[in-house]
């Protein structure tokens, strides 16, 4: 089992950058697929980002596309969001998830939230207008 811990988060301006962070435990990072959620006040929990376990195939969310960057480092065992031109409808609670996958899937990744058995609590990002 993996244990998820989202850090990054806070308030700034639209058109700022925030860079997110989510470091897990464990010494077997790199054969976990792993996504960005968020969820926004009201609303329901949706996808932002997800890498393949290897880091080669990822996919964004059309809101996001352009402005949001996924990456990750396997040897820190830590994922990334790198969000810039921040509008204020980013705002919510981002979360990242992972997914144990068997190295014949390491370069798919996953963007439904049902594929994601573990979570981090999350981190808050405010954008002011």
């Known amino acids: 089992q993996v244990q998820l811990v989202e850090s990054g988060g806070g308030l700034v301006q639209a058109g700022g950058s925030l860079r997110l962070a989510c470091t897990t435990s464990?010494?077997?990072?790199?054969?976990?697929?792993m996504g960005w959620f968020r969820q926004a006040p009201g609303k329901e929990r949706e996808f932002v980002a997800a890498?393949?376990?290897?880091?080669?195939?990822?996919r964004y969310a059309d809101s996001v596309k352009g402005r949001f960057t996924i990456s990750r480092d396997n040897a820190k065992n830590t994922l990334y969001l790198q969000m810039n031109s921040l509008k204020p409808e980013d705002t919510a609670v981002y979360h990242c998830a992972a997914v144990l996958v068997v190295p014949l899937y390491n370069g798919i990744y996953y963007a439904r939230e049902r594929d994601y058995p573990y979570w981090g609590q999350g981190t808050q990002v405010t954008v002011s207008s």
């Open positions: 464990g010494r077997t990072f790199s054969s976990y697929a």
């Open positions: 890498t393949s376990a290897n880091g080669f195939s990822t």
